[in-house]
């Protein structure tokens, strides 16, 4: 995947083959097999062209690393658990680039759960010019809540 989603086009085993060979001995049934499971998977869609396939990326790489922490947290048998521990193990860098997703979310409505949205309308009057505005006076999010 790290192949497809640098060059960001359509690529042939052939490619991925001849460029991992740079770096290490690798079959061409090798990297066929890994092609065609990612295609089984769904990360990666492919049309023939010749004798051949051409991959092509179904989705970032982002997307693809927060579905991979989101079936392994789904997984737990205590989610909140398994979230302190990894939240735990994150370097300052990375515990500041969660803040800064957690404001994005909180900040695009495209972004959060639909339910919350529909129960909007029915809170009381002192609530809605903070969410319409969406900051407080003091830019501080849901500050009279």
Known sequence: MTRIWQWNRPVTVRE?????????????????????????????????????????????????????MNEAWSKSDNPAAALVAFFGMMSPEQRQALRDAIRVVQRDPALQDPEPERDAPSQGAADGPPEQDGEGADGAEGAGR
Do not use: P
Request: hydrophobic content about 40%.
């Open 16 to 68: 991925v083959l001849e460029d991992l060979q740079r770096e290490r001995s690798i079959a061409y049934t090798t990297v066929m097999t890994v092609m065609d499971n990612l295609h089984q998977k769904g990360w990666v869609r492919r049309e023939v062209e010749g004798r051949a396939y051409r991959y092509t990326a179904v989705s970032t790489r982002a997307a693809y690393s927060a579905a991979l």
